[in-house]
């Protein structure tokens, strides 16, 4: 099969700093501002009204195309508006398909589970049972540790530094960002970070005090139920474990008996080349979260995937009213069937990736970077600066010329590349070369 991109390249995008000065959504009167809450964020940074998107293109209302190399941040992996899974919710919604279906048995659930099972789960070996847990991914972690508490019986669990997991209480008391966790207003608790890879510059080795402090009965440490971990770390600065790494760190989890709860939310469904982001690493995970792109289309859907004898859900006992998002079912099903009934999109986002590589290196190697470092894997990079508020300046410069890219890290130092997977070799590096000409004009 060959993955075409969903739309033709446009014109390289002319240079429009003044765009940030017009238009309704930077007027002092716009009703966004009057009437939308403070907590507004992504809106700031690209301060125009958007109206409609193809492909690897937004357009704001004016007319004036964005190139998106943030792609919904991961939920848009094969797109905007994919035509092959706009047609088919077009086909669903026309035939009166049910759109809210609560968890009741439906032919479009039906589809999908069928479509998940036979082209994710069983050619990959992995026998997990699905829950819907709610529609966004943070239902789905929080669905996760409600059950690795209840199949252990015990309260704690351990993220990592830099982990992100999402805003509801559970999510957020794992989660490591101080400016998010202080929105909680009340302690975040039986939750304790480790260093994640890396974070100690190689300088100790790996899980040395994470395997103390079980192994000691005076380290304070609470018993584990469970172990919380992002293969790449997205919102926390793209940082990469090592394949090393997270085979140490399932093992460790078997010797000590904690679950391990891979979260996928952004790095699975292809991002880093295969279907999820573990399976280089050859580890299987006794609970997957997904959500994002599992959907296909940007519809809200999310999985909480969990070996079979972790199934100690009673009926109902996690409930929740927007469970059964049919259109959702419908696209996820089209996007499994087109892009993954073979090896071509990993082949495709491996090869992807190499092309930003490439680039993130050059620009690394000129001067204007001043000492930027970057990784990634697959279709996930970061280009870090020693310079902490360069990022910021970057991503506004891009944004000018025409790209949008987002910053992640504690403090936003990293300019994170998230384009969908779908995106064109040729819209690649129009995109890579605004890149690297807004860190030249920020030098
Ligand atoms: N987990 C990870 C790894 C994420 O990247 C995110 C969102 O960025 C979430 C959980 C939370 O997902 P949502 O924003 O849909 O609640």
Known sequence: MTIAPPNPSPT?????????????AGSPLSVFEAVESEVRSYCRGWPVVFDRARGSHLYDEDGHAYLDFFAGAGALNYGHNNPVLKRALLDYIERDGITHGLDMSTTAKRAFLESFQNNVLRPRDLPYKVMFPGPTGTNAVEAALKLARKVKGREAVVSFTNAFHGMSLGALAVTGNAFKRAGAGIPLVHGTPMPFDGYLDGQVPDFLWFERLLEDRGSGLNRPAAVIVE???GEGGINVARMEWLRRLSELCRTHDMLLIVDDIQMGCGRTGPFFSFEEAGIVPDIVTLSKSIGGYGLPMSLTLFRPELDVWEPGEHNGTFRGNNPAFVTATAALETYWADGQMEKQTLARGEQVEQALSAICEEGAGHGARYRGRGLVWGLEFADRARASAVCAR??????????????????????????????????????????????
């Open 12 to 24: 390289a995008a002319p240079d429009r700093s003044d765009r940030s000065c017009h238009g309704p």
């Open 398 to 443: 891009a944004f000018e010329l025409g790209l949008l890219v987002e910053t992640s890290g504690p403090v936003g130092e990293v300019v994170k590349l998230l384009p969908a997977l779908t995106i064109s070799p040729d819209e690649l590096d129009e995109g890579l070369r605004i890149l690297a000409r807004a860190v030249r004009e920020t030098a």
């Open 231 to 233: 293969t790449v770390q």
